[in-house]
């Protein structure tokens, strides 16, 4: 049982490139989330899916974009990379939010852009 | 966004000593959330608190959701070099989930 899987682990850009962070669990999971953590920060919510053909804002959406086409993946994309989306990104999921079901995460694709 | 205050930044202890770390809130919660991130991991929920004045016990770790709603404890009793990590507090309002900003320990053998 995989659970999370996140894709590359690393990767460098330039400013402008435009790349797809890879998300896909296993677990038949409703709803998936993208997460970015900054050196010494907690976790900030990017953009969340409860299901396949839906995605919200979380907190910080700005300069990314997602997709949900079915329930296993949950992409994240960046349109024109910049310095300050430098950052470790993580995708997790969870089985429902009806009492905050537990999020498994994924090890995190870290992202610098240069 | 919301505001999840953790304290302390970080703590270095022995091997045996008890640990307390806490998490505050200028915002009222329905849920208080504790994880461990591990170097080059995702964090891990440690403990789960949905009720004001919860006290919940996993294992060693021992975790309060405040009766204001507003703050959250977490105890580590005895600690060994293994909870070495960043311990973070969450909440949740809705779908919007929120982190603090974590306390990094460190326990010397």
């Known amino acids: 049982n995989a659970g999370v899987t996140q894709t590359p682990k690393f990767r460098i850009l330039k400013i402008g490139q435009s790349m797809t962070l890879q998300c896909t669990q296993d677990m038949n999971h409703n709803y998936m989330y993208w997460y970015r953590q900054d050196p010494g920060m907690g976790l900030k919510l990017i953009y969340y899916?409860?299901?396949?053909?839906?995605?919200d804002k979380g907190e910080v959406p700005n300069g990314y974009n997602v997709s949900r086409s079915t329930t296993e993946d949950f992409p994240l994309r960046l349109e024109l990379a910049a310095p300050s989306q430098t950052s470790v990104y993580f995708c997790?999921?969870?089985?429902?939010?009806?009492?905050?079901?537990?999020?498994?995460f994924g090890a995190g694709t870290r992202l610098s852009v240069l | 966004g919301q505001q999840l205050n953790q304290s302390p930044q970080s703590m270095f202890i022995q091997e045996g000593e008890d640990v307390s770390m806490n998490c505050t809130s200028s915002s009222i919660f329905n849920t208080w959330l504790w994880y461990k991130q591990d170097p080059g991991e995702g964090p891990v929920l440690l403990i789960a608190?949905?009720?004001?004045?919860e006290l919940t016990s996993n294992g060693r770790l021992t975790a309060q959701f405040g009766i204001t709603r507003k703050d959250s404890f977490l105890n580590i009793s005895a600690s060994i070099p293994s909870d070495v990590g960043i311990y973070f507090c969450?909440?949740?309002?809705?779908?919007?989930?929120?982190f603090g900003t974590g306390t990094s320990l460190t326990v010397i053998p």
């Open positions: 997790a999921s969870s089985k429902s939010l009806a009492r905050v079901d537990i999020q498994y």
């Open positions: 899916s409860v299901g396949a053909g839906i995605t």
């Open positions: 969450a909440s949740t309002t809705g779908n919007q989930f929120y």
């Open positions: 608190l949905y009720k004001a004045g």
